[in-house]
């Protein structure tokens, strides 16, 4: 038996894709087999693709860091065939055989259950950017935010800023879009947010070691210059969530903002996150955050990947983009 699967292959160190049938594993003890419905697009898929290091463990290989689907095999305790359930990061389009194919067999432990109040379409319109909006918001919010300046939210327009926006716009608060895409100001205000800088203008000037406080905190998805800005608007005991590096990878702060101001940098890994987080993330995101992201999603075929993967790849991503198995 076959399922079909996008699959990037390395020949003498390049990189294509192309659609194949590719067999269906046996699931292993603890292991379970799942009939996936939906996958989505994230920027570390659109590296995979492209072989770009440090994101597959080999080739040829099938991307996709997330999935929803049908629990068609199990081996395990915990989940009966038919149970609807969402695996999301750990190995998953890592080094074992991603989202971008129609099955994936997967540990039982790395999976949770399709919360009742969501359906697949929902949980993959979140799919990793999503979920790690969420741990974002989490994780500022316990950590202190101060409620009378705006949030800002980097990369807004992007798949974890626009769902970050909207989760703090959801719960009142007022949230700063810093963005390349100035012409996208209706998408930012339809999805929340209240007041918008455009990157260039924003790093204009450069850093100071310690600027005019503007944020009361912040969620950022790009790293570099950007976050190095925010660090030092950033008022007395607020804090920020880092999670993304379309910007830069590397960054050089003043520590003034830390030891004047007592700020606080929180790095997000929410592949690796425990499974009881992920699952009381997925719940929150069913329930008191969730959003209607119908408006900002575009649901494609496997077919359709290449040019999403180009556009993701050159920051013009708007929104989430899903991809639908079994068409
Ligand atoms: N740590 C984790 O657990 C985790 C999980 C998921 C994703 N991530 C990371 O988070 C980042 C964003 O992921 P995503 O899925 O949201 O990607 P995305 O949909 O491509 O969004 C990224 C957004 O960043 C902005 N951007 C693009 N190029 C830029 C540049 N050169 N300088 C400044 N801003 C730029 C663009 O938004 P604007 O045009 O609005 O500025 C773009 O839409 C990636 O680095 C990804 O690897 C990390």
């Given at each position: 038996?076959?399922?079909?699967?996008?699959?990037?292959?390395?020949?003498?160190g390049v990189f294509s894709s192309s659609i194949k049938n590719l067999e269906i594993p046996e699931p292993q003890n603890d292991e379970l087999l799942i009939s996936v419905s939906y996958s989505s697009?994230?920027?570390?898929?659109?590296?995979?693709?492209?072989?770009?290091?440090?994101?597959a463990a080999s080739y040829p290989f099938v991307p996709g860091i997330d999935a929803v689907g049908t629990?068609?095999?199990?081996?395990?305790?915990a989940f009966n065939e038919g149970d609807q359930v969402i695996c999301s990061g750990y190995k998953l389009g890592m080094s074992v055989n991603g989202g971008f194919g129609s099955m994936i067999c997967v540990p039982a432990d790395w999976v949770v259950h399709l919360p009742n109040a969501m359906s697949d379409l929902e949980a993959m319109s979140y799919?990793?950017?999503?979920?790690?909006?969420?741990?974002?918001?989490?994780s500022i919010l316990d950590k202190g935010v101060i409620d009378t300046l705006p949030i800002a939210v980097s990369g807004a327009t992007g798949g974890v800023g626009s769902v970050a926006a909207g989760i703090l716009s959801k719960i009142g608060f007022s949230v700063t879009a810093i963005t390349g895409k100035s012409s996208e100001e209706g998408f930012l205000k339809k999805i929340g947010c209240d007041h918008f800088l455009n990157r260039d203008d924003f790093l204009e000037g450069g850093v100071r070691p310690l600027d005019k406080t503007a944020f009361g905190g912040?969620?950022?998805?790009?790293?570099g210059e950007i976050l190095v800005k925010m660090i030092s608007q950033t008022a007395q005991k607020g804090s920020i969530a880092?999670?993304?590096?379309?910007?830069g990878a590397s960054f050089q702060s003043s520590v003034f903002p830390f030891i004047l101001r007592g700020i606080s940098l929180i790095g997000i890994d929410s592949a690796e996150s425990s499974i009881e987080l992920k699952r009381h993330l997925w719940e929150k995101l069913a329930d008191e955050w969730k959003l209607d992201l119908s408006e900002q999603t575009k649901t494609i075929q496997l077919k359709e990947l290449d040019s999403e993967i180009e556009k993701i790849l050159n920051g013009l991503q708007l929104g989430r983009v899903v991809i639908k198995h079994g068409d």
């Open positions: 038996m076959e399922y079909k699967a996008y699959y990037v292959e390395e020949n003498d697009l994230n920027y570390k898929d659109a590296l995979c693709a492209k072989g770009v290091k440090g994101v629990v068609a095999k199990s081996n395990s305790d799919g990793v950017a999503g979920l790690t909006s969420a741990a974002c918001v989490k912040g969620v950022d998805a790009v790293g880092c999670c993304g590096n379309v910007a």
